[in-house]
């Protein structure tokens, strides 16, 4: 059985006042394909600032749309092969 390796690199950064928190997911597979998404999280200005937080959200947010895209490469190449147009997610 052949084992691969996938790594996703996630970037983050926070704004100058702990507002809003930027995730950056990037994915290079084997095959040479490239995925990236962007998520954001916005901190409630009545909230106190907890950075740990606003960096789970949007990391979260840009996994989370990461295996949305994955998902629509693995259907649209199954369709692909197929012979079919592509399912709408």
Same mark, same amino acid.
């Given at each position: 059985m052949e084992s691969k390796q996938?790594? =996703?690199q996630i970037?983050?950064?926070e704004d100058d006042n702990d507002d =809003? @928190? @930027?995730a950056r997911a990037v994915l290079m597979t084997p095959d040479? !394909? +490239? +995925?990236?998404? =962007? $998520?954001y $999280? +916005? !901190?409630n200005p009545e909230d106190q600032p907890v950075p740990a937080i606003g960096d789970e959200l949007a990391a979260g947010r840009a #996994? $989370?749309?990461m295996a949305g895209k #994955?998902? +629509?490469?693995g259907a649209e190449d199954v369709a692909q092969l197929a012979g079919h147009a592509p399912r709408a997610w």
């Open positions: 996938w790594d =996703v970037f983050i950064s =809003v @928190t @930027t040479g !394909r +490239r +995925r990236e998404c =962007v $998520a $999280a +916005r !901190r #996994l $989370a749309d #994955l998902m +629509r490469d």
